[in-house]
């Protein structure tokens, strides 16, 4: 089964950067939409990023302008860039992966988190 790991996770200041990764088992990668979403404390779930199998990006409106989501086929590995942090983003953020042969626009797997706090 298909298995994803985030990674970059840690703790930055206002207006600093880090870069999440996630990095995804198998040799399907190909066939997979990738998102990343966040969950705060006492919060819902919410979407963040995306990016389709061709490259095709799309962004919450909180963090356009922000950030940047990516994906490296030869890698197995999809990115997201976060510039110019805000305490908001305070976090768990969660890779997905949208398995299109399985069924398109629902997300099949998912990892772990990783723990993204941003302090004022």
């Known amino acids: 089964q298909v298995q994803l790991v985030e990674s970059g996770g840690g703790l930055v200041q206002a207006e600093g950067s880090l870069r999440l990764s996630c990095a995804a088992s198998?040799?399907?990668?190909?066939?997979?939409?990738m998102g990343w979403f966040r969950q705060a404390p006492g919060k819902e779930r919410e979407f963040v990023a995306a990016?389709?199998?061709?490259?095709?990006?799309v962004y919450a409106e909180s963090v356009k302008g922000r950030f940047t989501i990516s994906r490296d086929d030869a890698k197995n590995t999809v990115y997201l860039q976060m510039n110019s942090l805000k305490p908001e983003d305070t976090a768990v953020y969660y890779c997905a992966a949208d398995d299109y042969r399985v069924g398109p626009g629902e997300y099949d797997y998912w990892g772990q988190g990783t723990q993204v706090t941003v302090s004022s």
């Open positions: 198998g040799r399907t990668f190909c066939r997979f939409g």
């Open positions: 990016v389709s199998r061709s490259g095709t990006t």
